[in-house]
Nanobody, 124 residues
Framework: QVQLVESGGGLVQAGGSLSLSCAAS????????MGWYRQASGKQRELVAI???????TYADSVKGRFTISRDNAKNTVYLQMNSLKPEDTAVYYC??????????????????WGQGTQVTVSS
């Protein structure tokens, strides 16, 4: 199993900044990609940003130029720096990791893992 622990989030005024972090832990795993999703009240969960092992990034159009995703491979940690926040960024933010888990011999499986979520509230 891969465990994810998120930190950060909170309440900020429009135009302000917040940062989130998510640390992955467990045994015998390797991370393929890490990312952030968010779910606003009454809406479906949506992609915010993803970063691969190689450092390639993908952002939702709504956050391009305002949010920056980064990772520390040595710490198995992903970060999300959120600037110029808007009220519509208010949501629960979830960390997501795609990882290989290794078993005896050369066998492994690939799975997706979710963090517990952290609330981000942007007031107008």
């Amino acid at each position: 199993q891969v465990q994810l622990v998120e930190s950060g989030g909170g309440l900020v005024q429009a135009g302000g900044s917040l940062s989130l972090s998510c640390a992955a832990s467990g045994s015998s795993f390797s991370i393929i990609a890490m990312g952030w999703y968010r779910q606003a009240s009454g809406k479906q969960r949506e992609l915010v940003a993803i970063i691969t092992n190689g450092g390639s990034t993908t952002y939702a159009d709504s956050v391009k130029g305002r949010f920056t995703i980064s990772r520390d491979n040595a710490k198995n940690t992903v970060y999300l720096q959120m600037n110029s926040l808007k009220p519509e960024d208010t949501a629960v933010y979830y960390c997501h990791v795609v990882a290989n888990r290794y078993y005896s011999g050369s066998s492994y499986d690939t799975g997706g893992y979710w963090g517990q979520g952290t609330q981000v509230t942007v007031s107008s």
